[in-house]
């Protein structure tokens, strides 16, 4: 099969960091109600849209934040800040290090991908 030529564009969900210690699914829910700002929120009445995020997340039957996020499109620049504060403190260069070689498939794709231009 011939490689295709132009421009390309990966999606990928949080599964595929898990190997480099982020958080997937309902962990990473939990992890975003369980940061500082947002338990902080909880006491906070005067942030109305921001509360009402955090009571309708804790309370919900949805599994993870994206879920909960499509269904609940009132909350989506909320979530994008909640998101990101879940996840800078895990952006540190010892996390960003995969501890089993067989897992660092961010390394074998880059591998991949350079070969390809290489050779094209």
């Keep these: 099969m011939e490689p295709r030529r132009g421009h390309s564009t990966l999606i990928l969900g949080a599964g595929a960091s898990a190997a480099y210690g982020f958080p997937t699914g309902p962990a990473f829910k939990d992890r975003i109600l ?3 700002s947002v338990r902080q929120t909880l006491d906070a009445p005067s942030h109305t849209l921001v509360h009402a995020f955090v ?3 804790l309370n919900s039957e949805f599994g993870t934040i994206d879920r909960f996020l499509q269904a609940n499109h009132d909350f989506k ?8 504060a879940a996840l800078i403190p895990l952006e540190r260069d010892a996390a ?3 501890h089993n ?7 074998l794709l880059f591998d991949a991908l350079c ?6």
């Design 34 to 36: 369980a940061t500082h």
């Design 55 to 57: 009571r309708d997340l």
């Design 77 to 84: 620049e909320i979530g994008k800040v909640a998101i990101a």
């Design 96 to 98: 960003l290090t995969c």
């Design 101 to 107: 070689p067989r897992d660092d498939w961010y390394r």
């Design 115 to 120: 070969q390809m231009a290489s050779s094209g």
